[in-house]
């Protein structure tokens, strides 16, 4: 299994409140994404990176910000969460990306609640 | 609707019958990824597919794509309780893009 972890596994927050999922890997991979996943439509793109500081939306994108200071940690930051944010995130990294033809392994998700 | 639709979205199956789960889009698949999912857990990598009519196996586990390339199937031969889970497809749609799409997933029960 690829060398991926996120933080925290559970979280519960209240609506309003900042909240950052970290994602941390130790295979070196120069991609790193970030999905959610919620009944009836599956694993959607949020946001993510290509390289140190080098970032693109995903298919889901408002509402979330993410940042990339160091090749192994990938951020997720909700600014303000809502209830339409509950939902189970999963990080995922690959060596040179989906467009290269290359897979894109997982980590073992976050699932988020807010009230 | 779905870009890339699976079927069934549920299957229930006696522990050493076959099965297939099918992965359609109406769109060529440029890259197509079966995984495995078991609740509460991550994705587990089954097998990567790119060129139409490719075919890998892994195990008890066979995948294809067509020739046209937009669709795939995963056939488990000779089923087991270890093969339970939610299996999902993912592909690329849009050539040379990050931006995967993925399937609603295919719950997988296997009975004694």
């Known amino acids: 299994d690829a060398g991926i972890t996120q933080s925290p596994r559970h979280k519960v927050t209240e609506t309003g409140t900042p909240v950052t999922l970290r994602c941390h890997q130790t295979?070196?991979?120069?991609?790193m994404y970030w999905y959610r996943q919620d009944p009836g439509h599956g694993l959607r793109l949020i946001h993510y990176s290509y390289g140190v500081k080098d970032t693109d939306k995903g298919e889901v994108s408002d509402g979330y910000s993410v940042s990339r200071s160091k090749t192994e940690d990938f951020l997720l930051t909700l600014e303000s969460a809502t209830s339409s944010q509950t939902s189970v995130y999963f990080c995922?990294?690959?060596?040179?990306?989906?467009?290269?033809?290359?897979?894109?392994?997982f980590g073992p998700g976050t699932r988020l609640t807010v009230l | 609707s779905q870009e890339l639709e699976q079927s069934p979205q549920s299957l229930i199956v006696q522990e050493g019958k076959n099965l297939t789960i099918n992965c359609t889009s109406s769109?060529?698949?440029?890259?197509l990824y079966w995984y495995k999912q078991k609740y509460g857990e991550g994705l587990i990598f089954l097998m990567m597919?790119?060129?139409?009519?490719e075919e890998k196996s892994h195990e008890k586990i066979t995948a294809k794509l067509d020739e046209k390339k937009q669709q795939s199937s995963l056939h488990i031969t000779a089923s087991q309780p270890s093969h339970a889970g939610i299996y999902l497809c993912?592909?690329?749609?849009?050539?040379?893009?990050?931006?995967?799409?993925f399937g609603t997933g295919t719950r997988l029960t296997i009975i004694p």
């Open positions: 295979e070196n991979h120069r991609y």
């Open positions: 995922a990294i690959s060596p040179r990306g989906a467009a290269n033809g290359d897979t894109q392994y």
């Open positions: 769109k060529t698949l440029y890259g």
């Open positions: 993912g592909a690329d749609i849009n050539f040379g893009n990050e931006k995967l799409t």
């Open positions: 597919l790119q060129k139409g009519g």
